[in-house]
């Protein structure tokens, strides 16, 4: 039996008369790859957002590990295990690869000002395994070459990795990506594939956006789809390539 | 006919670019004026610590070989302006957030420190930590309310709040004298031996803006440093990677009221009289010019933006009446070709990190 770790009840999102977020319901089991899919503003990254702390849903609740996370802080949710990328990109462009990566170990390690002022033991433990998480998790993504390289200076696909590898510092147990393949070409999108199974074999459960359906259907164990906010249809990327429903969403209906 | 299919380059810059490929084995075309720049910056930036106490020893030697009242006063200004424009880099350059109530925490700080020492006796270290703590604290009062705002918006409050503590210095009679001002506050005092000479207060201030140099370089070097660099880069995403963004607002602009307060603590005493013109807003506005000068986030900057703003009108004296011309013509000048500020565009550490990567890397491909 899959364990259910990432739980989301009726969630809605409305800003003002606009409903973003209608309703939606969703499941994510460990060590699983679950896909959003939808078209243009269907409310994916919406949803995302009310996952994460960056909004406040407006109905419905969120749960992790049996605990209530709905309304909870960004900065907490990451502290919990939940992380997530962006789908505009959003590096620290003054700051060097590894400081970027070193800042995602900020909610593992716990030196604070007054430890480092006066160089503690503390301050000393937390820069050693600040530095040793980044170069590690550098390493599994290829960009420990660049790491004194400032994060704007990497070509566009490195910083979509660069991206993922400031998340897994952060420890998550969850990783949610919003659109990692967005303007990958052909090359870097089968490596963003084979990257993500491997993530997965490493014991990450993963939720994921994306628009290129090479992307979905090869890595995904379950999709939902959303259209205006609701949710239209889940199941095995198999079941979804021939729901009516999801065609009628991206094609129109046939008239 | 045409002689190179480049872009039209000038002979005589053509041939200073052959000439330094020539020179240097490196696969560079940079300009060779540019070239130089990059390699003192290396040279700099390999030697911090040396080239810091060098400076060090500088500023220490300074009043003896200096030993006149008018030296040395400009060299308290300069170190004075050189701390509070330390402090406001904590929050303006390193974490983004401009703040025009500086000139406000200042004054508390030396109000402070005057009420205390003059009714109450009180002296160093007292006076100081007290300065420092009651600017602190307002410096957390401020941002409680307002660091929830950002950019030009918080902006105006900070300037808002610079000319409510204004008028309450002019108005409370009974507490601050008002206009006329605190008057006879005592030299500062270490445990009975009493600062009086120009050279020793020199040297007080001397150790404030030490003191406060290393608290910011050591903050900067540290988790923390990393989530206000965080923070100015990308508040959603420094959010998004753990940080607390509002507490760690809140944390670093009251630190840096507190060192605004210290160095307020420190006027108090060496001018022995203070009145709220001094933290007008126009103060407030000298110490973001400093820094702004000076350069973002660079602590180096905010002390050779001091040296340039004080002692440079000083300089500039026998011009009389066209000193300031000068001195405006200056500051137009540099914010034209170097608007990051004179050591604003770049950071030593990285380019320290980066230097020695590339040679480790070149030790084990040789």
């Given at each position: 039996m899959a364990e259910k770790i990432l739980w989301a009840n009726n969630v809605s999102q409305h800003f003002g008369g606009l409903?973003?977020?209608?309703?939606v319901s969703m499941e994510l089991n460990k060590g699983e790859i679950v896909g959003i899919i939808g078209p243009n503003g269907a409310g994916k990254t919406t949803f995302f957002n009310d996952i994460t702390g960056m909004y406040d849903p407006t109905e419905g609740q969120v749960f992790y590990r049996g605990k209530?996370?709905?309304?909870?802080?960004p900065y907490e949710v990451t502290e919990l295990g939940i992380t997530r990328t962006f789908q505009n990109i959003r590096l620290?462009?003054?700051?060097t690869v590894i400081e970027n990566v070193m800042v995602g170990v900020h909610s593992r390690t716990k030196a604070n000002i007054v430890d480092s002022l006066f160089r503690l033991k503390n301050h000393k433990e937390t820069e050693k395994k600040a530095h040793e998480k980044a170069l590690s998790v550098l390493e599994l993504t290829g960009l420990a070459d660049f790491r004194?390289?400032?994060?704007?200076?990497?070509p566009y696909g490195s910083q979509r990795k660069l991206e993922i590898a400031r998340a897994l510092a952060a420890e998550p147990e969850i990783l949610l990506l919003d659109?990692?393949?967005?303007?990958?070409n052909e090359m870097e999108t089968s490596q963003l594939i084979a990257f993500i199974r491997e993530l997965r074999d490493l014991g990450y459960t993963i939720l994921i956006i994306e628009h290129d359906m090479r992307v979905i259907m090869n890595i995904c164990d379950r999709i939902y789809v959303l259209d205006h906010g609701k949710l239209i249809a889940q199941g095995k990327p198999s079941e979804i390539q021939s729901n009516p429903d999801v065609i009628e969403a991206y094609l129109g209906k046939e008239h | 006919m045409v002689e190179n299919n480049q872009n039209p380059i000038d002979k005589a810059s053509q041939q200073n670019l052959d000439e330094a490929v020539i020179k240097a084995p490196i696969k560079s075309k940079e300009k060779p004026v540019k070239r130089f720049f990059t390699s003192l910056l290396e040279f700099w930036a390999k030697h911090q610590t040396a080239i810091s106490l060098a400076f060090l020893a500088i500023a220490i030697l300074f009043p003896i070989l200096f030993n006149q009242q008018y030296f040395l006063s400009i060299g308290v200004n300069v170190m004075l302006y050189a701390t509070l424009s330390v402090s406001l880099n904590l929050i303006t350059?390193?974490?983004?957030i401009t703040s025009l109530s500086h000139a406000a925490f200042l004054g508390i700080g030396a109000y402070t420190a005057a009420i205390l020492s003059t009714?109450?006796?009180?002296?160093?270290p007292i006076t100081f930590l007290a300065g420092a703590a009651m600017a602190g604290l307002f410096g957390l009062l401020l941002g409680l309310?307002?660091?929830r705002i950002k950019g030009r918006f918080l902006a105006i409050v900070t300037l808002g709040f610079g000319e409510i503590a204004r008028m309450v210095e002019l108005n409370w009679m009974s507490l601050t004298r008002g206009p006329q001002g605190i008057s006879g506050i005592p030299k500062v005092s270490l445990f009975g031996w009493i600062m009086k000479t120009p050279a020793q207060k020199y040297y007080v201030i001397l150790v404030i803006l030490v003191l406060v140099v290393l608290a910011v370089a050591a903050i900067m070097n540290s988790r923390v440093g990393r989530a206000i660099s965080a923070i100015r880069d990308d508040e959603v995403a420094a959010e998004a990677m753990g940080i607390n963004v509002f507490g760690y607002k809140l944390m670093v602009f009251s630190i840096s009221a507190a060192f605004a307060g210290l160095a307020g603590a420190f006027y108090a005493h060496y001018m022995s009289f203070i009145d709220?013109?001094?933290?007008s807003f126009a103060q407030s506005i000298l110490i973001l010019s400093v820094t702004i000068f000076g350069g973002m986030a660079s602590i180096a900057g905010s002390i050779f933006g001091a040296l340039t703003l004080l002692a440079l009108p000083e300089l500039l004296?026998?011009?009389?009446?066209?000193r300031l011309i000068i001195y405006g013509f200056v500051l137009v000048i540099m914010m034209v070709f170097q608007p990051n500020g004179l050591?604003?565009?770049?950071n030593l550490k990285h380019i320290k990190q980066q230097a020695m990567f590339r040679k480790s890397q070149e030790r084990s491909e040789s």
């Amino acid at each position: 039996m899959a364990e259910k770790i990432l739980w989301a009840n009726n969630v809605s999102q409305h800003f003002g008369g606009l409903v973003a977020v209608d309703q939606v319901s969703m499941e994510l089991n460990k060590g699983e790859i679950v896909g959003i899919i939808g078209p243009n503003g269907a409310g994916k990254t919406t949803f995302f957002n009310d996952i994460t702390g960056m909004y406040d849903p407006t109905e419905g609740q969120v749960f992790y590990r049996g605990k209530d996370i709905t309304g909870k802080k960004p900065y907490e949710v990451t502290e919990l295990g939940i992380t997530r990328t962006f789908q505009n990109i959003r590096l620290f462009d003054r700051m060097t690869v590894i400081e970027n990566v070193m800042v995602g170990v900020h909610s593992r390690t716990k030196a604070n000002i007054v430890d480092s002022l006066f160089r503690l033991k503390n301050h000393k433990e937390t820069e050693k395994k600040a530095h040793e998480k980044a170069l590690s998790v550098l390493e599994l993504t290829g960009l420990a070459d660049f790491r004194y390289n400032y994060a704007t200076s990497l070509p566009y696909g490195s910083q979509r990795k660069l991206e993922i590898a400031r998340a897994l510092a952060a420890e998550p147990e969850i990783l949610l990506l919003d659109e990692p393949g967005a303007g990958m070409n052909e090359m870097e999108t089968s490596q963003l594939i084979a990257f993500i199974r491997e993530l997965r074999d490493l014991g990450y459960t993963i939720l994921i956006i994306e628009h290129d359906m090479r992307v979905i259907m090869n890595i995904c164990d379950r999709i939902y789809v959303l259209d205006h906010g609701k949710l239209i249809a889940q199941g095995k990327p198999s079941e979804i390539q021939s729901n009516p429903d999801v065609i009628e969403a991206y094609l129109g209906k046939e008239h | 006919m045409v002689e190179n299919n480049q872009n039209p380059i000038d002979k005589a810059s053509q041939q200073n670019l052959d000439e330094a490929v020539i020179k240097a084995p490196i696969k560079s075309k940079e300009k060779p004026v540019k070239r130089f720049f990059t390699s003192l910056l290396e040279f700099w930036a390999k030697h911090q610590t040396a080239i810091s106490l060098a400076f060090l020893a500088i500023a220490i030697l300074f009043p003896i070989l200096f030993n006149q009242q008018y030296f040395l006063s400009i060299g308290v200004n300069v170190m004075l302006y050189a701390t509070l424009s330390v402090s406001l880099n904590l929050i303006t350059g390193f974490m983004g957030i401009t703040s025009l109530s500086h000139a406000a925490f200042l004054g508390i700080g030396a109000y402070t420190a005057a009420i205390l020492s003059t009714r109450l006796g009180a002296n160093f270290p007292i006076t100081f930590l007290a300065g420092a703590a009651m600017a602190g604290l307002f410096g957390l009062l401020l941002g409680l309310p307002s660091l929830r705002i950002k950019g030009r918006f918080l902006a105006i409050v900070t300037l808002g709040f610079g000319e409510i503590a204004r008028m309450v210095e002019l108005n409370w009679m009974s507490l601050t004298r008002g206009p006329q001002g605190i008057s006879g506050i005592p030299k500062v005092s270490l445990f009975g031996w009493i600062m009086k000479t120009p050279a020793q207060k020199y040297y007080v201030i001397l150790v404030i803006l030490v003191l406060v140099v290393l608290a910011v370089a050591a903050i900067m070097n540290s988790r923390v440093g990393r989530a206000i660099s965080a923070i100015r880069d990308d508040e959603v995403a420094a959010e998004a990677m753990g940080i607390n963004v509002f507490g760690y607002k809140l944390m670093v602009f009251s630190i840096s009221a507190a060192f605004a307060g210290l160095a307020g603590a420190f006027y108090a005493h060496y001018m022995s009289f203070i009145d709220p013109n001094a933290f007008s807003f126009a103060q407030s506005i000298l110490i973001l010019s400093v820094t702004i000068f000076g350069g973002m986030a660079s602590i180096a900057g905010s002390i050779f933006g001091a040296l340039t703003l004080l002692a440079l009108p000083e300089l500039l004296r026998f011009l009389i009446d066209y000193r300031l011309i000068i001195y405006g013509f200056v500051l137009v000048i540099m914010m034209v070709f170097q608007p990051n500020g004179l050591l604003g565009s770049f950071n030593l550490k990285h380019i320290k990190q980066q230097a020695m990567f590339r040679k480790s890397q070149e030790r084990s491909e040789s």
